[in-house]
């Protein structure tokens, strides 16, 4: 199985510039993927094939990154992006990282 | 809109069998692969099978390989998982997501199973 490793969590003010970080254990092209989940509800789609914006999702998010570094960056943090973000892969079977759970300060 | 309404979990006892099932509107349910993830209580998401669009191929991980069972009905929208010989760590929120190339673009609300005697 393709391991994605993420940092467990950040800290943040609102305004700020944010960039979580998930690696992956082997190469998985661009096929990385990104979705934010808050408490007690589903997780939602935020940016696909490591750089494309979901449909809906502010401008404020953005993704880069090939092979086993990617990074979602978050510009400018709002209060309303308290939340964990899973990357996920879909090279292999599909798998997920352990989450980054995102807090403001 | 796209919805995506699991029911059927619950509590039930090791060793016993529970089928979940994923009613879809708002997309053309047969035209899409169709996925279960799970997520045990405060820990991450756990991809756990997928059905192609007409349900002639299933793919599973391992830890819920000749356990489970994916199905579709794309007559009636729904995708079913059977899921036999429940283990404790078989808890989990399990959620139904459209799938779209190869990223999930829709999640249901999930549906709790707890496996517990």
């Known amino acids: 199985d393709t391991v994605l490793t993420q940092s467990p969590a950040l800290a943040v003010s609102p305004g700020e510039r944010v960039s979580i970080s998930c690696r992956a254990s082997?190469?998985?092209?661009?096929?990385m993927h990104w979705y934010q989940q808050k408490p007690g509800q589903q997780p939602k789609l935020l940016i696909y094939k490591a750089s494309n914006l979901a449909s809906g999702v502010p401008a404020r998010f953005s993704g880069s990154g090939s092979g086993t570094d990617f990074t979602l960056t978050i510009d400018p943090v709002e209060a309303d992006d308290t939340a964990t973000y899973f990357c996920q892969q879909s090279w292999n079977d599909p798998t997920f990282g352990g989450g980054t759970k995102l807090e403001l300060k | 809109e796209v919805q995506l309404v699991e029911t059927g979990g619950g509590l039930v006892q090791p060793g016993r069998s529970l089928k979940l099932s994923c009613v879809a509107s708002g997309f053309t349910f047969s035209s899409y692969w169709m996925y279960w993830i799970r997520q045990a209580p405060g820990k991450g998401l756990e991809w756990v099978s997928s059905i192609n669009t007409d349900g002639g191929s299933t793919y599973y991980p391992d830890s819920v390989k000749g356990r489970f069972t994916i199905s579709r009905d794309n007559a009636e929208n729904t995708v079913y998982l059977q899921m036999n010989s429940l283990r404790s760590e078989d808890t989990a929120t399990y959620y139904c997501a459209k799938g779209y190339g190869s990223y999930f673009d829709y999640w249901g609300q999930g549906v709790m199973v707890t496996v517990s005697s």
């Open positions: 082997e190469g998985v092209n661009s096929y």
